[in-house]
C-alpha cells in the first residue's frame, strides 16, 4: 500500500471514528440504535401493508425487512452527505485535506451500520425456512453492494457539492427521497404494482439493486442480466457526481 493510499485510510477511520462519538456518545442504547430505527419502521410497514391490507406475497416479513434494511442505508448515506459538508466546516479550509473523503466517511460509517441487520436478516431465514443457494450468494451479493456503492456514493457527490450553493436542495431532496421509497419495490411487491405505473420501477436503479440483494435473502438465485443494466447506470451516477463534486469543489470554503 502505497503511502497516499495508507493515509486516505488512515483519515477514513479518523472520520469514521468521529461520527460515531457525535452520534452516540450521550446515547444510553448507543449502536443498537443503528438496528432499532430499522427494525421499528419494518414493523410499521408490515403491519400497515401486511396486516391492515392484506398484501399477498410469499416470505412478507422477510420481503420487507430485507427491503427495508438495504433502503435505509442508501438513503442514510445520501441524506448525511447532503450535509456532510457543512459540518466539517474546518476542514474546507484545509488545502491539503482530499474533501471527497467526507463522503466516503459517511458511507463507511453506515455500512458499520447495515452489517448490523444482516444477523437479523438471517434469523428471519431461518423463521421461513430459507435457504440461500451458496453458489449464488457472492455473485448477488458483490453485484447488489458494487452497484450501490457506486450509486449512493455518485449521489452524494453531487448532493453535498450543489447544497452548499443552493440551500433549499436539502428540502427538495427529502420529499423526493420520500417519493423515491414508493416507486421502489421496499414493502411493495411488484405483483401488487397497477400495470401502468410498472415503468416507474423498471427505470429505477434501486429496483435492480433491491432485486438483486433479495436473491439471497427472498428469492435465492442469480440474474446476470440485470447487471448489463444496472452497472452502466451506476458508474455513469458515480462519475458524473464526482466530476459535479471536483468542478464545484475550489469555492467550498468560499460558500460556507
Not at 430459507?130 to 455518485?154: D, I, K, R, Y
Request: net charge positive; proline share 5%; charged share 10%.
Amino acid at each position: 500500500m502505497t503511502h497516499a493510499l495508507a493515509l486516505k485510510r488512515d483519515q477514513i477511520l479518523v472520520l469514521v471514528s468521529k461520527d460515531f462519538k457525535l452520534k452516540y456518545n450521550s446515547t444510553a442504547l448507543g449502536f443498537a440504535w443503528s438496528l432499532i430505527v430499522p427494525i421499528v419502521t419494518s414493523l410499521v410497514y408490515f403491519f400497515v401493508f401486511g396486516v391492515v391490507m392484506r398484501w399477498q406475497a410469499e416470505n412478507y416479513a422477510l420481503y420487507l425487512v430485507s427491503g427495508n434494511f438495504m433502503w435505509q442505508f442508501f438513503a442514510n448515506v445520501v441524506l448525511t452527505n447532503g450535509r456532510v459538508l457543512m459540518s466539517n466546516s474546518t476542514l474546507l479550509k484545509k488545502t491539503s485535506f482530499d474533501r471527497g473523503l467526507l463522503i466516503w466517511g459517511t458511507f463507511f460509517t453506515e455500512s458499520l451500520h447495515f452489517l448490523l441487520t444482516i444477523p437479523v436478516l438471517a434469523a428471519i431465514m431461518l423463521c421461513y425456512g430459507v435457504v440461500p443457494q451458496w453458489a449464488t450468494v457472492a455473485p448477488n451479493l458483490a453485484l447488489a453492494l458494487t452497484c450501490l456503492t457506486l450509486f449512493s456514493v455518485g449521489l452524494s457527490y453531487a448532493y453535498a457539492a450543489v447544497n452548499l450553493y443552493f440551500r433549499d436542495l436539502e428540502r427538495i431532496v427529502a420529499v423526493g427521497m420520500m417519493l423515491w421509497l414508493f416507486v421502489s419495490p421496499v414493502f411493495i411487491p411488484i405483483d401488487n404494482v397497477p400495470e401502468r405505473f410498472l415503468w416507474l420501477y423498471e427505470i429505477n436503479p434501486m429496483g435492480g439493486i433491491l432485486m438483486t440483494w433479495r436473491d439471497i435473502f427472498w428469492s435465492p438465485g442469480f440474474h446476470p442480466g440485470r447487471f448489463l443494466l444496472l452497472a452502466p447506470i451506476c458508474l455513469a451516477v458515480f462519475f458524473a457526481g464526482r466530476w459535479l463534486f471536483r468542478r464545484l469543489e475550489p469555492r467550498f470554503a468560499e460558500m460556507m
